[in-house]
């Protein structure tokens, strides 16, 4: 099993910044793809970015320029540098691991976070 643990949201004023932060711990023999998504009230949880283990990076038209994806591979985290915060940006923040193997050559698992709030305010 692996738990993810998110920290780093909070309240901004437009234009300001934040750092969100996911930790993988549990038993595992590797994590490929570790991403953000996020969930506005009454919308659906939309794919914010994504990194794979050797580092190739997706964003979403709306956050590129803005936001920035890295990881630790070492240290099993992930991390969502989120710069130019628009009022829009308003949301639940949730971390997600997927084609995680528990043990090598077992089947592939997915994983969520329990969220976190960044609220942008105009």
């Known amino acids: 099993q692996v738990q993810l643990v998110e920290s780093g949201g909070g309240l901004v004023q437009a234009g300001g910044s934040l750092r969100l932060s996911c930790a993988a711990s549990?038993?595992?023999?590797?994590?490929?793809?570790m991403a953000w998504y996020r969930q506005a009230p009454g919308e659906q949880r939309e794919l914010v970015a994504s990194?794979?283990?050797?580092?190739?990076?997706t964003y979403a038209d709306s956050v590129k320029g803005r936001f920035t994806i890295s990881r630790v591979n070492a240290k099993n985290t992930v991390y969502l540098q989120m710069d130019s915060l628009k009022p829009e940006d308003t949301a639940v923040y949730y971390c997600?691991?997927?084609?995680?193997?528990?043990?090598?050559?077992?089947?592939?698992?997915?994983?969520w976070g329990q969220g976190t709030q960044v609220t942008v305010s105009s």
């Open positions: 997600y691991t997927s084609r995680v193997y528990l043990r090598v050559g077992g089947p592939e698992h997915v994983y």
């Open positions: 549990g038993s595992f023999s590797s994590i490929n793809v």
């Open positions: 990194i794979t283990s050797p580092g190739d990076t």
